[in-house]
């Protein structure tokens, strides 16, 4: 992704590149429009969007519409607004995001420098299970949280999303891992290192970019998730996309649109945060995620 | 210690250290796969049965007017959703190669939806395309009267509003592979193209596009199972409405099990949909790993 | 008795047998190099040795000592290998004292340690570098660093400057030597090139397809080899090989190679047996010259009217291409020589030095 543009590029006069620009532009509205429509109508006043134009800034601005979705909006029977949904999600991805991080290195590192008879098998029943579709584990993962006695906790969501963000942590430590040169290995095995010597000492003071990424992907997804936490959460462990959706889609009462986009802009921030920040290593996440093997 | 004794712990180790994890995918992954397969053959209905019914859930599945409208909104989902996605990500790409000012600003923007929750994303859109407050307000306003466009509350073209979100929120991820993939090119084969007299538009079609086959195909399979997979969108968007018309196998399995109490047929529906990634990740997954052998 | 003995030492990945029964010994203070083609099984007889690979059979002694059961770090060996692998997050000084910390040896003993190898490698100024801050040939001081701090039994080097370039790598090879002239520690040498070979061992094994085609010095390799893989791959141009036939009349011997027709002396019993048959005959191009420049202690030498096909000057010599039958055949001729492609110019051949070999067996026929 990172370098100069092509260095044979199409030869085209200024006409169209001018034309480039003017298309590269609009597609970069397209996609700022819906962040620009949350972000106007979050701070307008509930009548001025009813009446008002959608896309124009606000004529009366206010705090209220962010106020009233962090802490008074009804979520469900409780007015308690998002922020206590907005803890839940943090209990629950921080916890999900270290596990199956650390899990998936050891994994990588096993899978790369450790191989023995039937790895490769191992690895692609892991790696398959990242693109499962969940509704096939649903039924049995309910009964089993009930049997562990944590249903409905954000322990319950936390083991879930680190069993099934395992494969995808284990494929970026492995493929990171695949490419580190075991010479290295073989050298510190000479040098008097053990197995978790060399992975302490040697792999991991280089991991640095492998776990940036990969806490980000994991980051983001457990954050984004919605059918795990719609279908395993209690009321008091509903994470952040579940409270929001419930808000959002709640047929009692008035239709709070100026609180619906601050709800929405604050269960995007986090991960727009991460986002804006290290875009780079998200980038690589996703196509790592995508270039498989 | 005896040396063998501790050779032979330092050989199990790696093993060791594997195993909780593979223990884990294989009970939540695998074992309950086998579960639901024979859930899907139970008359299960509220709570899990075990009692075998054969192939019963299977024939009520298809015959299932609901189940129908799933198959037939995620046919017409995935198609455009995967060519869409493809051919925006593509065009994209190839104009961002064009030594552009401001690719630096561009691409993030262009990638920015993937990093939000689709829950985020359907709440955006689902309130712009209303017709009361949204675009067709918009434009009324604007002196547009006549502009109608009212989709999302429309039973025939509310999965098109699905497609309009969901390409928002994927086609700039297809646009970064392709990138990925055209910087990856070799600049000699387009020079050497070049001196041998290809124009621009020649060079794209009978050189670069062919070249990226692999971003092609890794694109179609990621948006492909994304697609089989779609449900939050759905959910925060129409909510499988107006009326069931925007149901797709996603959201069929998550009603008929958790809420219409008809687990038997809801585990058969999620069979179906494993069998439909399979059929698609199987074989891509089995090339990828074999081309790593050599 | 030997200081590093193999004992028909076997290794197999599944079913294919990688190496196939080795025999080595060799004497303290030697300087042995494993040499082939890649893929011949040198660097896995290389890891066997180091207990990076698990033999299926067979034993490695190092100093009387059997060390097939005994992990990597306690054979008391060290290893520079092919990519230095070097730990990128150490600077140099932690790159070399790591294996003196794994085996607990106190701080103050390892910074004197250290300090003791910077001084002999003359890399004191790069101690509190990266790796990744160091050219190619200071990496590789770096490695030899590392092994050379833990005074091991034995040094183990695996292609270690094949990662440089031509220059270096000469210089490097000097220094090597110099380094086993000084501390006289044994050394297992890996490499595909056969000059390095020549010019560091005091023993050259020759392997391919994972059997041992010939063990001996460099000067019994060179001028005895035991095979024609061996002649093949050992010298540089390679020795002319061509089809020829061994023929007997009036108790003269004479090989036929083509039209050509050259007397053998002094045959031996085991060649006169091959009289009437066909054979591979060798000659190096060294010992085809022009007639100044023949070897003026040998004793029998032929000289051959020649058609040059091809010049190649070098600077030192000039190679030229003639042909002897249907083969091409190099000789060395002295720089000053006036010749150009289409002359017919006298060569000499010393037939003192010329090999041959069993068409069948591929075996030397002494």
């Given at each position: 992704m990172s370098g100069a543009g092509n260095a044979v590029a199409l030869r085209s006069g200024a006409i169209a590149r001018a034309a480039i620009y003017a298309v590269l532009i609009v597609f970069a509205v397209y996609y700022l429009l819906p962040l620009f429509v949350m972000l106007v109508n979050s701070v307008k006043p509930l009548d001025e969007i009813r009446s008002g134009n959608m896309l124009a800034l606000p004529e009366v601005f206010t705090f209220t519409p962010w106020v009233q979705a962090w802490s008074e909006a009804q979520i469900g029977v409780e007015p308690t607004g998002l922020s206590p949904y907005f803890v839940n999600s943090l209990v629950m991805v921080v916890p999900a995001v270290l596990i199956s991080t650390f899990l998936g290195a050891l994994n990588g590192y096993v899978l790369t420098?450790?191989?023995?008879?039937g790895h490769r098998i191992i690895f692609g029943l892991m790696l398959f299970s990242c693109f499962i579709p969940f509704q096939i584990v649903l039924i049995p993962m309910a009964r089993i949280l009930g049997l562990l006695g944590i249903a409905g906790t954000t322990w319950g969501l936390v083991m879930v999303h680190v069993v099934y963000g395992l494969g995808f942590t284990t494929l970026f430590f492995r493929n990171y891992y695949d490419a580190f040169p075991s010479e290295l290995v073989r050298a510190a095995t000479i040098d008097g290192a053990g197995f978790f010597r060399i992975f302490q000492r040697i792999l991991l003071p280089s991991s640095g970019p492998i776990i940036v990424v990969t806490v980000i992907w994991q980051f983001t997804n457990v954050w984004n998730d919605f059918l795990f936490g719609a279908s395993f959460a209690d009321f008091d462990s509903q994470p952040m996309t579940v409270a929001l959706n419930n808000l959002v889609s709640s047929s009692t009462g008035v239709k709070e649109y100026n609180v619906h986009f601050a709800g929405a802009i604050l269960a995007a921030l986090p991960t727009l945060i991460v986002y804006i920040v290290s875009g780079r290593y998200f980038v690589r996440g996703l196509m790592a995620g995508a270039v498989k093997g | 210690m005896p040396m063998r004794l501790r050779n032979q712990i330092q050989d199990l180790l790696p093993r060791l250290v594997l195993s909780p994890s593979f223990v884990l995918i294989l009970i939540f992954v695998y074992g309950f796969i086998v579960f639901t397969g024979y859930l899907s053959f139970t008359d299960s209905r509220m709570l899990p049965s075990f009692d075998l019914v054969g192939f019963t859930n299977y024939f009520k599945l298809f015959g299932l007017r609901h189940w129908s409208t799933a198959l037939g909104n995620l046919a017409i989902f995935g198609i455009l959703y995967i060519v869409i996605c493809t051919v925006i990500g593509l065009g994209l790409a190839i104009l961002l190669d064009q030594k552009i000012r401001g690719e630096g600003v561009l691409r993030p923007v262009f990638l920015y939806p993937m990093a939000l929750s689709f829950i985020v994303t359907g709440t955006a859109w689902k309130w712009f395309l209303d017709p009361g407050i949204g675009l067709e307000h918009v434009m009324h306003l604007w002196g547009w009267e006549s502009f109608e466009f009212r989709w999302i509350k429309d039973r025939d073209m509310a999965i098109y509003t699905i497609v309009i979100a969901a390409v928002w929120q994927s086609s700039g991820f297809v646009m970064a592979m392709f990138l990925a993939g055209l910087r990856g090119i070799d600049n000699e084969i387009l020079k050497a193209a070049q001196i041998d007299g290809a124009s621009a538009w020649r060079l794209y079609r009978r050189i670069v596009i062919p070249m990226l086959r692999p971003a092609f195909l890794s694109a179609f399979v990621v948006l492909a199972h994304l697609a089989i997979k779609a449900y939050d969108l759905v959910i925060a968007l129409t909510n499988g409405g107006p009326g069931r018309a925007t149901e797709l196998p996603a959201t069929f399995m998550y009603s008929y099990t958790f809420?219409?109490?008809q687990m038997g047929v809801g585990a058969s529906s999620a069979v179906i949909m494993l069998i439909m990634i399979a059929s698609i990740i199987i074989p891509y997954l089995y090339s990828e790993l074999r081309e790593k052998r050599t | 008795m030997a200081f590093l003995e193999i004992h028909n030492l076997r290794k197999s990945f599944g079913d294919v047998d990688v190496l196939k029964g080795i025999n080595i010994a060799i004497e303290e203070g030697g300087f042995l190099v494993l040499v082939g083609p890649s893929g011949c099984g040198k660097s896995t007889l290389l890891n066997s040795i180091a207990g990076l690979e698990t033999v299926s059979a067979g034993e490695i002694r190092i100093a009387g000592r059997?060390?097939?059961?005994?992990h990597p770090s306690e054979r008391d060996i060290a290893m520079v290998f092919q990519s230095y692998a070097l730990y990128p997050n150490m600077n140099v000084a932690e790159n070399i004292a790591f294996g003196l910390e794994m085996r607990g040896v106190a701080k103050a003993e390892r910074d004197a340690a250290v300090a003791k190898v910077a001084d002999m490698l003359q890399i004191e100024p790069l101690?509190?570098?990266?790796?990744?801050?160091?050219?190619g040939g200071q990496r590789q001081r770096v490695a030899m660093g590392r092994a050379l701090v833990r005074d091991p039994q034995v040094f183990l080097f695996d292609e270690p400057l094949s990662n440089l370039d031509a220059k270096l790598r000469v210089d490097m090879r000097t220094e090597i030597k110099k380094l086993h002239q000084a501390l006289a520690t044994t050394i297992v040498y890996v490499t595909h090139d056969q000059i390095e070979a020549m010019t560091l061992a005091t023993q050259i094994a020759v392997l391919k397809d994972g059997i041992l085609q010939q063990v001996g010095s460099p000067e019994e390799v060179y001028s005895n080899p035991a095979n024609v893989f061996v002649a093949d791959f050992m010298g540089s141009p390679t020795m002319n090989l061509m089809p020829a036939s061994l023929h007997q009349a009036n108790g003269a011997t004479s090989v036929q190679i083509g039209a050509v027709s050259l007397p053998v002396s002094e045959p031996s019993e085991a060649l006169r047996a091959h009289a009437g048959r066909d054979i591979v005959f060798g000659v190096r191009p060294e010992d085809v010259t022009d007639v100044s420049s023949a070897?003026?202690?040998?004793r029998f030498i032929e000289t051959l009217e020649c058609g040059i096909d091809v010049v190649e000057p070098t600077g030192a010599d000039k190679f030229v291409v003639t042909r002897l039958g249907e083969k091409e055949v190099t000789a060395r001729v002295r720089s000053s020589e006036r010749i150009a492609p289409g002359d017919r110019v006298p060569l000499a051949f010393n037939m003192d030095k010329v090999h041959f070999f069993d068409?069948?067996?591929e075996m030397r026929i002494n």
């Open positions: 420098k450790w191989q023995f008879r | 809420t219409r109490n | 059997p060390v097939n059961d005994l101690l509190k570098r990266r790796p990744g801050q160091l050219s070897d003026r202690s040998a068409p069948q067996t």
